[in-house]
């Protein structure tokens, strides 16, 4: 069975800092794809960025980078410079043959 | 040009109604979904379609029938409507043999059941 853990339900940051949600997985599979989507309250979800089990190198997306941690199946988001707009639901994902979400960190960004 | 569209976004309805909420995408993808977001914001998967043949089915009341007349479209019907049936309801498609590749989301349908 795949799951996907998010132990901190809420995180807030001071805007211009930086933070980091914590995501941790579980998989018998070693071809897999980890995911972290934005929900802001227009519950639209959106793509922040992906990373691929099988590459060492961290993906990185502008201001969102993670950290992937094979071994200890742990895949962490870190946002630089927190601006307004960042302010949502973020869900960490796991793909193999289905999508499955953590139960989602809630980033409020203080002005 | 939407990718995933749901309709309605907003459905109320009384305990015992039958309601359908439609889904389609226009990004050439094999493989659609329905999640439901319940009030705490955790996202489940309910059904996945691949090329209209059903592939997932994870524990879902069988009040609960999806429907893919073709691999664009994926309508939800829900029978005999409950309070607990209250949520928001995603569609969303991917492909399916590019494992790799995320699923799109529709702006979901909010239910709410009086």
């Known amino acids: 069975a795949q799951t996907v853990t998010q132990s901190q339900p809420e995180m807030s940051v001071q805007e211009a800092e930086t933070v980091t949600l914590s995501c941790t997985y579980d998989t018998s599979e070693s071809d897999y794809y980890l995911f972290w989507y934005k929900q802001p309250p227009s519950r639209q979800m959106i793509l922040v960025i992906r990373?691929?089990?099988?590459?060492?190198q961290n993906a990185t997306e502008n201001r969102f980078s993670v950290n992937f941690q094979k071994a200890a199946k742990s895949f962490s988001l870190k946002i630089s410079d927190s601006q307004l707009g960042d302010a949502a639901m973020y869900f960490c994902?796991?793909?193999?043959?289905?999508?499955?979400f953590g139960k989602g960190t809630r980033l409020h960004i203080l002005p | 040009d939407t990718a995933v569209s749901q309709t309605p976004k907003y459905l109320v309805t009384q305990m015992g109604n039958d309601k359908s909420i439609k889904c389609e995408q226009n990004?050439?993808?094999?493989?659609m979904y329905w999640y439901k977001q319940d009030s705490k914001k955790f996202l489940k998967i309910m059904f996945s379609?691949?090329?209209?043949?059903?592939?997932i089915n994870e524990t879902v009341p069988n009040r609960f029938s999806p429907k893919s007349p073709d691999k664009a479209h994926l309508n939800l019907h829900i029978n005999s409507l409950e309070l607990g049936d209250s949520a928001v309801y995603f569609c969303?498609?991917?492909?399916?043999?590019?494992?790799?590749?995320?699923?799109?989301f529709g702006q979901g349908t909010r239910l709410t059941v009086v």
């Open positions: 990004l050439g993808h094999d493989t």
């Open positions: 994902a796991l793909r193999r043959d289905k999508i499955i």
């Open positions: 990373q691929e089990a099988y590459k060492q």
């Open positions: 969303a498609s991917s492909h399916h043999d590019r494992v790799g590749t995320e699923a799109f």
């Open positions: 379609y691949n090329n209209k043949e059903l592939i």
